[in-house]
């Protein structure tokens, strides 16, 4: 029975994907402008982000803020590989997801021994460490001409590392079209892993370790071991998604460090749903309509969001999603009660 409820799951996973991934294809067709592409790639970039951030988070309960950390060290090394060495950031770019593999091991030998509050204290301290870091960067690394370069850009972002060449390749209209589908593919790799993690039987140790951890490990499953497999798995695809963000706006600057951001994006996974396939894409979805309309009002904005969350914590703490869920249920017990009826 629970065989049949997962490939069924898996059959509903595949049906909506393909829907979606038609309709991001049709869209930027559609409408064409080049606003609402560049809204939809940085929608495409942040819902990687927040779909990963959902297996480390929501289903294998690891309490991490150190994300955008791991985003911002994909969206680094895959620029300065293409400014100090000349790398197209076509390879760069996946250079960047694998040195945020390696930085997220290092991250998790230092964390995952440790629990609950103590992780999201210890990962959120090495992410305001690196923004230090970069921020004061201050010693000349390299000259050109008469200008003195910092390592990492400093304040002023790390730049003049190039993009996809899609200037060139591509007719003006089109020219927002390539990134667009680089952060479409992307997020279409990372939402296929994270289907794979959630509806596969590794999924379930995940989950044994975060509802009871005691019972899964009298069972043999190690709390290290898998929390770092999935910890560090996850940070490709995080990393990769910081590495075409780089590429999409020509520069890579520790604002993505910023905490009103983490938070932002934190907002979409509970909004979203946490533990759930589908909730990332949903809250990054509705969060970012949202904060499209909040624009007008300035000086509402962040607490319009901020009464959103709380609206959604109180009154719908499974998200978007577990509320969708709910609603198709109710719907077959009423039809399975009403064919009992007859």
């Known amino acids: 029975m629970m065989k049949n409820d997962s490939a069924g799951r898996f059959r509903t996973d595949i049906v909506i ?3 979606l991934i038609v309709a991001a294809i049709i869209i930027p067709f559609v409408f064409p402008t080049r606003y609402v592409i560049g809204q939809l790639t940085i929608f495409f970039l942040w819902a990687t982000v927040v779909s990963q951030w959902n297996l480390v988070f929501g289903v294998a309960g690891i309490f991490s803020l150190a994300q955008m950390a791991i985003f911002a060290m994909g969206g680094y090394v895959a620029g300065m590989l293409s400014l100090y060495l000349g790398w197209p950031l076509w390879i760069s770019m996946f250079f960047g997801g694998f040195a945020s593999v390696l930085f997220s091991v ?6 995952l021994r440790l629990r609950g509050a103590y992780v999201a204290l210890l990962t959120l301290a090495i992410a305001q460490t690196m923004y230090l870091l970069i ?13 003195c370069r910092n390592f990492t850009g400093g304040t002023r972002g790390l730049a003049q590392f190039g993009d996809f060449g899609f200037r060139e390749l591509l007719p003006y209209k089109y020219m927002a079209f390539g990134n667009y589908f680089i952060g479409l593919v992307v997020l279409i790799f990372a939402v296929a892993f994270s289907i794979f993690v959630i509806r596969s039987p590794i999924g379930l140790a995940f989950r044994a370790l975060r509802d009871n951890q005691t019972c899964a490990e009298v069972r ?3 709390k290290f071991k898998y929390q ?3 910890f560090s798995s996850s940070a490709f695809f995080t990393g990769l998604a910081g590495a075409v963000y780089a590429g999409h706006f ?8 910023y905490l009103n951001l983490l938070l932002f994006l934190l907002s979409m996974l509970i909004i979203g749903g946490v533990g759930r396939v589908w909730g990332p894409i949903l809250g990054a979805a509705a969060l970012m309509l949202v904060d499209e309309v909040l624009k007008e009002f300035v000086n509402w904005r962040l607490a319009g969001l901020g009464l959103i969350l709380v609206v959604f914590i109180v009154l719908l703490p499974k998200g978007l999603a577990g509320y969708i869920e709910d609603i198709f249920q109710r719907g077959r017990k009423n039809k399975a009660t009403v064919g009992q009826d007859e």
């Open 17 to 19: 994907g393909s829907v």
């Open 106 to 111: 290092l991250i998790g030998f230092a964390c």
């Open 135 to 147: 921020i004061t960067d201050t010693a000349c690394f390299m000259r050109t001409g008469v200008t």
């Open 220 to 222: 043999g499953i190690s």
């Open 228 to 230: 770092l497999l999935i």
């Open 250 to 257: 020509r520069v890579m600057g520790a604002n993505t460090l």
